[in-house]
């Protein structure tokens, strides 16, 4: 299988787009006189590993599928950069948006309805108030992603698997969750949650406030036999690396949960585990990226996986959202929607509490033949594939999401 380079436009590239580039013609076709659809996709970070996760399926697995290329942007951080790139994408002859940003939903459907290009959400949710903002545009074709309460026992699960563990001195990275990520916020709120019912650990304010804290806090249960060190803040563009070595100095820990990924500070967390001589656990609600993938492969000082509890999205997740698009993009638009309004789409993750069981669902989210939502079970839910394609079968696949389901889809085919 022809293996294709990624195509990631920088800023630089962002301006030639917007002054002169267009797509000829001929590149609009396949040898056999099929149309290639063209589709920009907004990416928040591409060294990001969810976000490579994403682009990894997009462009070596439905591009191979699929009369489709994909048009991936640089780093976007705000609203209006991500405007920018869909004009600009759109003047090279896109079709089509694929967001993973939705900084300002609002802002960048108007842009959308003014360029007359349709946006879909890949794998992320809007507020209540954003949404009935834009349901009505003919541009928004809606969002998939996790439902805030899935989110919320992320956190929860997480907590319970680690204090049936053992564990006793919990170290948590809250991410973003002081800057105003609902997510990171929600998936901490869950563990504390837990931990003071389950452990007994004293809240001093609302687990809501704890979990945005903007500084290092200590909490224990009434003996001091448990005891949590909240660590806020990114580890990168952030202060939370500088935060979690702050933490270390102070205390020894045989448990750390992340509100967001690991991977990226094993060093630090192998150092501590050598100076107190004693492992960590290591949890994460990320994703089954090939980068938590070799960690979880590799051994620590004790012979233990480096991270070991993964939850999170997986590559494919960002399947139903290209569905959603090329329905709009072939004309198809009741194939989403019942009524013409842009439609809402959950799903949860999945959970790996051991080695054996990450590499088997690891399996299921990188294979070319048996993909937890290969390219056949899309065309299912795509019109110009399908007769049986429908607003009722899109939303019964999308949150077809779990191990199970998706065993039963491989096994069928």
Known sequence: MKRKRNRVISSLLLALLTLSVTVPASAAEQEDGTEIYKIGVAVYNPEAQEMK??????????????PVKFY?????????????????????????????????????????????????????????????????SPSFLGSVGPNLNLVYESGCNMAEHFIEEGG??????????????????????????????????????????????????????EDGTVTVTLCPDYTEEGEGLKNLKAAFENGTYDVLMSAFHASTYLDVISEKEAEQDSNIMVGAIDSFTETN?????????????????????????????????????????????????????????????????FV????????????????????QVISVFSEDASPEALKELTEAYSVEAVKERIISQ
């Open 53 to 66: 996760m994403f682009m990894n399926y997009y462009k070596d697995y439905l591009e191979e599928g699929f």
């Open 72 to 136: 991936f942007s640089g780093q976007i951080s705000s609203a209006e950069e991500e405007n920018t790139f869909i004009k600009a994408v759109k003047t090279a002859g896109a079709q089509g948006i694929i967001s993973f940003c939705g900084m300002d939903v609002e802002s960048t459907v108007q842009v959308c309805e003014e360029n007359e290009i349709p946006y879909v959400l890949g794998s992320n949710i809007v507020s209540d108030e954003d949404y009935e903002a834009v349901k009505g």
């Open 168 to 221: 006793k001195s919990f170290v948590i990275m809250t991410g973003g969750a002081s800057r105003g990520n609902a997510l990171h916020a929600a998936r901490t709120k869950g563990m504390l949650d837990v931990l003071e019912e389950k452990a007994g650990l004293v809240l001093e304010k609302s687990s809501e406030e704890l979990a945005r804290t903007e500084e290092n806090t200590a909490l224990e249960n």
């Open 293 to 357: 993938f070799e960690a979880i492969k590799a051994e620590d000082a004790y012979g233990n996986p480096k991270i070991d509890y993964v939850e999170g999205k997986y590559a494919s997740m960002a399947g139903p959202a290209f569905a959603m698009l090329y329905n709009a993009m072939t004309g198809h638009p009741e194939a989403n929607t019942p009524d013409g309004q842009a439609v809402q789409l959950y799903q949860g993750f999945w959970t790996a509490e051991s080695r054996e069981k």
């Open 360 to 379: 088997e669902l690891y399996g299921y989210t990188t294979g070319i033949y048996e993909n937890a939502y290969s390219c056949n079970d899309l065309m």
